[in-house]
């Protein structure tokens, strides 16, 4: 069974900080996806990472995939309000179309 | 851009009642997924769907079943509802082929059941 962790579960920062969010899986994969979720809303994808060592940026938010750690980071850079949310990693099995999703990673940033 | 669309926002319903939750997709994606999501437990995966009439049961699928008659639409039902399926409930559509994992997301039914 395909495990899905992310850590932490909440986060609270300062505006203009720094901060990860990891997110690890148990099983072989090659494919990793991030969703943003405002909240009372639905998600919205951020990132499709589709190889080992991808690294996708856009805007204050950088994501990466190290297939062979089963580790992928969401790296947050001088961070802003409005990037308040929820953050989901979601992992497919190798070769399954189905995604798992993490618990995901409540992020508070504090002006 | 993909367009998903849920039948409800909000809905409540009382305990025992049949209840129907639609989803319709204008991209003419092959696969369509049913999520529930409760707080702490992430998003866990009801069912799906890889083709017209074709379903498969995802992690929870007791309580529930599912129809797809015509590929854009992908219906979700609950014969008899309980109260553990108070939720918000989430359906995602998926182009399908090789490479294309990415799901794209409606804007979820927040259902009560009482």
């Known amino acids: 069974e395909l495990k899905v962790e992310q850590n932490p579960l909440f986060l609270s920062m300062q505006e203009g900080k720094n901060y990860t969010i990891y997110c690890n899986y148990s099983?072989?994969?090659?494919?990793l996806y991030w969703y943003r979720q405002d909240p009372g809303k639905s998600l919205e994808s951020l990132f499709v990472?589709?190889?080992?060592?991808a690294v996708k940026q856009e805007g204050r938010l950088m994501a990466s995939l190290d297939t062979k750690a089963r580790l992928s980071t969401l790296h947050i850079t001088a961070a802003v309000h409005d990037l308040s949310a929820t953050y989901f990693c979601?992992?497919?099995?190798?070769?399954?179309?189905?995604?798992?999703f993490g618990t995901g990673t409540r992020l508070t940033i504090i002006p | 851009d993909v367009k998903v669309t849920q039948s409800s926002r909000y809905l409540v319903k009382r305990t025992g009642e049949k209840v129907f939750l639609e989803c319709v997709q204008d991209?003419?994606?092959?696969?369509m997924f049913w999520y529930r999501q409760d707080p702490g437990l992430g998003l866990r995966l009801i069912y799906f769907?890889?083709?017209?009439?074709?379903?498969e049961k995802g992690d929870i699928p007791e309580g529930y079943s599912v129809s797809r008659e015509k590929k854009e639409r992908f219906s979700l039902i609950l014969e008899s509802a309980s109260t553990n399926q108070t939720s918000m409930y989430l359906c995602?559509?998926?182009?399908?082929?090789?490479?294309?994992?990415?799901?794209?997301f409606g804007p979820g039914t927040r259902l009560t059941v009482t």
């Open positions: 991209m003419d994606h092959e696969n």
């Open positions: 995602a559509t998926q182009a399908g082929g090789a490479g294309e994992y990415e799901q794209y």
């Open positions: 769907s890889y083709d017209v009439k074709m379903k």
């Open positions: 979601a992992v497919d099995g190798f070769g399954n179309e189905k995604l798992t």
């Open positions: 099983t072989t994969s090659d494919r």
């Open positions: 990472l589709l190889s080992n060592g």
